[in-house]
Every structure is written in structure tokens, then in C-alpha cells.
């Protein structure tokens, strides 16, 4: 998936750069201008003019500049502040590089878009009712004929409990993997009389031109369905 691509992405590039990872320890600042670790107590002065970078919490994937370190009480105050205040327990990492450098923007754009494809790609899902034409005729189930680009139907789900001895089912899944002709057969899966486990799983894959599913059945058998997809 896009979303996990970019959060390793991310993640790799965090990893590279820091120098430090820790958990506060008390509350910073209400608002939002420091937090507090007594992890870094004593330690030498190597947070000024570094990048923090919050890891949970309301304020998590922003990124301030550290301008004061308090190496006695473990305190760091940041410019401009974050948007909520640092509560104890809150993840976060001292990564090497001033917050206004090139590599610091680039990891607020990889969070951003992580975080955009997220919110784009939402699981849906809708449904149906078939009532079988007869065999000898595909009648169309879930069809999505022209989408407008990429896009990610998961599984179509149907319900053959209305199939009953000596009738037959028969489903297809067709794909277009250019933007001329025809979808074409990728496969089908038969089903005879009545089924032990009537909700059968047809899965689909990534597709940009195309993808249908069909259900040939004897006459007057009904099919629910219902379609589960990434949009």
C-alpha cells in the first residue's frame, strides 16, 4: 500500500537521524513550549538547535526547534511551541538536524502525505441483490467500468444459500488492464447445489482500467453480495 510505503519511509529515515529517543518524564509547559525528560539529566548539552520530534500524544509527527536545554532538570524548550501541551509519558525523538533544514522538510512532507494517503484511502463497501437470469447469461454483480485511476476493490462477498439441489452457480471476474477493448476472463469458481457455507469470498485485485464480477445461475436462484474497496 501507498500508506505503508511512505510511513517506512518515514520511519527509515527517523531512525537514521536521531540521536536520541525518549519518554517525558513530568509535564511540560501548558503551552506547548517545553517538555521534560530526566532521562537526559547530567548529560552533555547535544539538544540546542537539534530537531524534536513527537512520536504519540496530541501533538504527534510535529516537528520544533529545541532553543533551550536544561541539563539539570532535563527540561527542553522549543520555538515556536507545539500545539498541545507535552504531557508525561509522550514519545518523542532528538533528531540531528535544525528544524528549518532541507532534510527536516523532508520528513515533515513524508508525514504529511503518510498521513494524507490515509485519509484517502478509506475502506468502503456496498452491496446487492441478484436474481439469476438463467444459465447461459451472466448477470452483472459489482462492475466498476471506467474508475477515474487507480483504485483498490478488496473482495465481493455473495450468499449462495438460496442455491438448492441440482441448481448451479457460476462466478466470473473479469479485468481491462489497458484503456482500449474488452474486460477479459481472469476466473471463475462453480458452485453445485446446496453449499455447506453459503458466503463464498471472490477476491479482487489493484486495477485501473477495469473489474467485474459476474454471477451465472439457474434461473429465479437470488444472490446477495455485498463489495468491500479502498477509495
Do not use: C
Request: charged fraction near 20%; avoid cysteine; charge should be negative.
Amino acid at each position: 500500500m501507498a500508506g505503508d510505503a511512505h510511513a517506512l519511509a518515514r520511519d527509515e529515515l527517523i531512525r537514521i537521524l536521531s540521536v536520541y529517543t525518549g519518554t517525558t518524564t513530568g509535564d511540560g509547559a501548558a503551552d506547548g513550549s517545553t517538555l521534560i525528560d530526566s532521562g537526559l539529566i547530567g548529560v552533555n548539552d547535544f539538544v540546542t538547535d537539534k530537531t524534536i520530534l513527537i512520536m504519540s500524544g496530541d501533538a504527534i509527527y510535529e516537528t520544533k526547534q529545541a532553543t533551550v536545554f536544561n541539563p539539570v532538570t532535563g527540561a527542553i524548550t522549543v520555538d515556536p511551541v507545539f500545539s498541545a501541551q507535552i504531557l508525561t509519558g509522550v514519545l518523542f525523538r532528538i533528531i540531528n538536524l535544525p528544524a528549518g533544514s532541507s532534510l527536516a522538510i523532508i520528513i515533515a512532507v513524508i508525514t504529511a502525505t503518510f498521513d494524507l494517503v490515509n485519509a484517502m484511502l478509506v475502506l468502503a463497501e456496498t452491496g446487492g441483490t441478484v436474481t439469476a437470469t438463467g444459465l447461459g447469461t451472466e448477470d452483472n454483480t459489482y462492475i466498476n467500468d471506467a474508475p477515474a485511476g487507480e483504485f483498490e476493490p478488496r473482495t465481493v462477498v455473495i450468499n449462495l444459500s438460496d442455491l438448492d439441489v441440482a441448481e448451479v452457480a457460476i462466478a466470473r471476474t473479469y479485468y481491462r488492464i489497458n484503456d482500449v477493448g474488452d474486460m477479459e476472463l481472469k476466473g471463475e469458481a462453480i458452485f453445485n447445489g446446496v453449499q455447506s457455507y453459503p458466503l463464498k469470498d471472490i477476491e479482487l485485485e489493484p486495477n485501473r482500467f477495469g473489474v467485474a464480477v459476474t454471477i451465472e445461475a439457474t434461473v429465479g436462484v437470488v444472490i446477495v453480495w455485498e463489495v468491500h474497496r479502498e477509495e
